[in-house]
DNA sequence: AAAGGCATGTGACGTGGTCACATAGTGGGT
DNA sequence: ACCCACTATGTGACCACGTCACATGCCTTT
């Protein structure tokens, strides 16, 4: 079975390419399954199929942070990282749902960015968004207020009826702060009228306000 | 003149490449130069020869927090994310001393990646190593305290003489706070005997003191 | 010596993170 | 229906940190 034709940013290389990815065997992993953890050295370059997997940082204290998702079509760059810096990396990768991933393995990965141009191409992108994304994290988690950042999240991750299924505890590591101040923050939006919430989902009432909470960085 | 065989780094490449790399012409900047900053269309790939860029985020209230320092040999990646991933930087480089700097063009740059192995080990290593450092940066600013951080950049960036010139202004933006917040830290530091102070000087005075504070992350 | 500009010290205040709880829904089992 | 563990949530106290508004002080220029 062939299944870089499926993927879009797959199906675009060249012939060889994808004739030398498609020897590799998808493989699939259930949800809440962990793809690395601090300290394992898978040294890979991986790609999603489908599904949806996080990657976090884990602090000392038992608090995480969300580094980044990982979307059908992209790379968890994370455990590529190690085939070319050389430090270990502290991040973990979990699915959140059931997903269904390649593992390149080192010689192919090397194989490939010499041979092909096009997975020069797609590995460097990865690289770049990635980095992007990072820096917009800093960027958010040094100079964003949590009430900012907890607006964005709830527009961003909402469904189309306005409903966000998160709850207190997932909010809190999405971006970067603690349970505690999630509640209190809910509560004044509310108190508002801005979103309504029980228990694992919040409503938005008005998004107007939202947004200008989100713009509000600092004022 | 050939430059590329007294840099580290590039005089292992192949002779193609260095050929190549021989028809750019270094450039000198004066320290306190901005390389670039938000919204710039630099589109190039950027290799220190001497000297010492710092690269910082911007916040919208004034204050900025070092991303990471460009060292000879390395490159400053930011200028290239642009080459890669589309969007918009926000962060400024700036020359802290005087600098010598190699700007390979958007079309030099992936011809070499097109045809030079080394070349493409370099760049990757440059991303991974940046990469790295990110993350390591994201961890200590959301899980170490002020403390550990200032402490930390005492030990890091003293002379041999145990003394680091540098103001409050700049230990703040160069661990992501406040001044006042340095300006309170070292006096509590100072009062513990750990250090002492004087207007754009700090001596250390007990190594292991300050050791024991970057390891105590958080207790 | 006077003046202006840095670097630094300080108090007040609001936000955010941590700890130690108290409550309250929820899903199994019996 | 009831009990029980488990998870999600609410709350108060407290400390660390960021911000604002200043007050000094020190150093260079004129």
Redesign the pocket.
């Known amino acids: 079975m062939s299944w870089t034709e499926h993927t879009h940013e797959i199906a675009n290389l060249d012939a060889p390419a994808r004739a030398l990815l498609d020897t590799l065997a998808p493989m699939d992993v259930p949800e809440g399954a962990v793809l690395f953890c601090p300290g394992e050295a898978v040294m890979g370059y991986v790609v999603m199929l489908s599904g949806q997997v996080d990657v976090n940082l884990i602090?000392p204290?038992?608090?995480d942070i969300l580094l980044y998702r990982v979307a059908p079509g992209q790379s968890c760059i994370q455990s590529t990282l190690g085939l070319l810096g050389g430090d270990d990396y502290t991040a973990e990768a979990m699915a959140e749902t059931p997903a269904r991933l390649v593992l390149i393995p080192r010689d192919v990965f090397f194989a490939l960015l010499d041979s092909s141009p096009g997975f020069r191409r797609l590995v460097f992108g990865a690289f770049a968004e990635r980095m992007q994304s990072m820096m917009q994290l800093i960027e958010n988690?040094?100079?964003?207020?949590?009430?900012?950042?907890l607006a964005a999240l709830i527009l961003d991750r909402c469904g189309p009826d306005g409903c966000l299924h998160?709850?207190?505890?997932?909010?809190?590591t999405a971006i970067?702060?603690?349970?505690?101040?999630?509640?209190?923050?809910?509560?004044k939006m509310?108190h508002a009228g801005s979103v309504a919430?029980?228990?694992?989902?919040?409503t938005i009432l008005d998004r107007k306000a939202l947004n200008a909470i989100v713009s509000g960085t600092?004022?």
Not at 141 to 149: D, I, K, N
Not at 197 to 202: D, F, I, L, M
């Open positions: 602090g204290n038992g608090r988690v040094s100079f964003m207020s949590v009430e900012a950042r998160m709850t207190q505890a997932e909010m809190a970067g702060t603690a349970r505690e101040v999630i509640s209190r923050r809910l509560d509310a919430h029980e228990r694992g989902v919040v600092a004022f």
